[in-house]
């Protein structure tokens, strides 16, 4: 059974760097079959692609936060992580990754997500 | 980016009842379009993906139809357990983008 985790601290300052990680487990990061995706959802708000990553380490970003957003991916763990800097208070969501389809682009297995509040 | 909307934005209804969720996109999409459920707390979980195709395991009184810019979920016959909140999602151009929900509840 695929399932995707989420790490990380749950708390960040304003102007510094979130960093998530997920870890999958009954699937390899390595296939090319899939790609590994960060969803956002501010509290009550609805749901934000952020970027994915494919196994040959290529990228895509939303435009929108592309000066500040990497997407990484560690093989041999089996993990891809999130960095996203110069974080504001709006960046303060439930942060989820998701494993995505191929070229296809909807998203069939998620991780439990993780809420980021950004405060002083 | 283009942009989703869903209508209505909630709906409350009866057991039994036959739901249906419009969603709409900014300029075509073809049949790339998916749906989610989500409940809360929760992650959301996919019931449908190229307008129609069921995702496996997903009851089959959920169904997709649509092409182009306008697409429909159909909930057949509502279950006490279809309590959440739907959202349609573009999987055609990137950055893929969601729409802002449909919360149904159950009278």
């Known amino acids: 059974q695929v399932q995707l985790q989420e790490s990380g601290p749950g708390l960040v300052k304003p102007s510094e760097t979130l960093s998530l990680t997920c870890t999958v487990s009954?699937?390899?990061?390595?296939?090319?079959?899939?790609?590994w995706s960060w969803i956002r959802q501010p509290p009550g708000k609805a749901l934000e692609w952020m970027g994915h990553?494919?196994?040959?380490?290529?990228?895509n970003y939303k435009p929108s936060l592309e000066s500040r957003i990497t997407i990484s991916l560690d093989r041999s763990r089996n993990q891809f992580s999130l960095e996203l800097t110069s974080v504001t208070a709006a960046d303060t969501a439930v942060y989820y990754c998701?494993?995505?389809?191929?070229?296809?682009?909807?998203?069939?297995?998620w991780g439990q997500g993780t809420l980021v509040t950004v405060s002083s | 980016d283009i942009q989703m909307t869903q209508s209505p934005s909630t709906l409350s209804a009866s057991v039994g009842d036959r739901v249906t969720i419009t969603c709409r996109a900014s300029?075509?999409?073809?049949?790339?379009l998916a749906w989610y459920q989500q409940k809360p707390g929760k992650a959301p979980k996919l019931l449908i993906y190229?307008?129609?195709s069921l995702e496996g395991g997903v009851p089959s009184r959920f169904s997709g139809s649509g092409s182009g810019t306008e697409f429909t979920l159909t909930i057949s016959s509502l279950q006490p357990d279809d309590l959440a909140t739907y959202y349609c999602?573009?999987?055609?151009?990137?950055?893929?983008?969601f729409g802002p929900g449909t919360k149904v509840d159950v009278k």
């Open positions: 190229k307008a129609s």
């Open positions: 990553i494919y196994y040959s380490a290529s990228t």
């Open positions: 998701a494993r995505d389809v191929g070229r296809a682009g909807y998203f069939d297995y």
């Open positions: 999602q573009q999987h055609n151009t990137y950055p893929f983008t």
């Open positions: 300029q075509s999409i073809s049949n790339w």
């Open positions: 009954g699937a390899s990061v390595r296939s090319g079959s899939y790609y």
